[in-house]
């Protein structure tokens, strides 16, 4: 079936430091990719996405390169900030009944301490 | 643009009473979807709705039953609710953008039941 498989946290660093989330996922056919993020009381919101092998979205200082190969969507920041404090959502999107469905992952907190 | 709104922001039930979370969006999206989210288990697809008066069971239905009243309000109710049920709910609308289409998110219901 399709599922994402994201490291588990909580993950705890300094400001300035480099980060990477891993996620893997399983799919048939191509799926597009995201990474959504949600700051403390929010709902979701898209970070980034990817839609076809060796894409790579970006936004706000963060990246992630869609690897068919290695099936694999990691998120990576070079600095993080304190501000970057959330909870990130690996996922993929499947086609059923018409609509595009997204199927995530369960989530990886982030805690980016001064 | 109010983007995705949900009413109400938080909700207290007793085991055994029904209510209705109201959802509206005001960006013309055809798809909506209702999730829940639980701790340690990411976002759950309890129902979509592909375009106006079409609906379809996701992941998680049990319970729940939906009703698309018009292209912007998607509601989801609970006829007798369960202490199972004590989650916190997101609506959601998608628009194609590129390749894939792309789910904006509202703040979520954080609902408790007793």
């Known amino acids: 079936g399709n599922s994402v498989t994201q490291m588990e946290g909580p993950v705890t660093l300094s400001e300035e430091a480099f980060l990477t989330i891993n996620c893997t996922y399983t799919?048939?056919?191509?799926?597009?990719l995201f990474w959504y993020v949600q700051y403390p009381g929010e709902g979701l919101q898209l970070l980034l996405k990817?839609?076809?092998?060796?894409d790579k979205g970006s936004n706000k200082g963060f990246e992630a390169t869609y690897r068919k190969e290695t099936t694999s969507f990691h998120l990576e920041k070079g600095s993080v900030q304190v501000s970057d404090s959330a909870v990130y959502f690996c996922?993929?999107?499947?086609?059923?009944?018409?609509?595009?469905?997204?199927?995530f992952g369960k989530g990886t907190k982030l805690t980016v301490n001064p | 643009n109010a983007g995705v709104t949900q009413t109400p922001k938080f909700q207290v039930l007793k085991t055994g009473q029904s209510m209705t979370l109201q959802c509206a969006q005001d960006?013309?999206?055809?798809?909506m979807y209702w999730y829940r989210q639980d701790p340690g288990m990411g976002l759950r697809l309890i129902y979509y709705?592909?375009?106006?008066?079409?609906?379809d069971k996701g992941e998680v239905p049990n319970g729940y039953n939906v009703s698309r009243l018009n292209k912007r309000e998607f509601s989801l109710r609970l006829e007798s609710a369960a202490p199972s049920q004590t989650s916190v709910y997101f609506c959601?609308?998608?628009?194609?953008?590129?390749?894939?289409?792309?789910?904006?998110f509202g703040p979520g219901t954080r609902l408790t039941v007793l």
């Open positions: 996922a993929l999107t499947i086609t059923q009944g018409g609509s595009e469905k997204l199927v």
């Open positions: 990817a839609t076809k092998a060796d």
């Open positions: 960006m013309n999206h055809n798809s």
């Open positions: 959601a609308s998608s628009a194609r953008e590129g390749l894939s289409d792309t789910q904006y």
């Open positions: 709705s592909a375009s106006e008066g079409t609906t």
């Open positions: 799919a048939t056919g191509y799926p597009s």
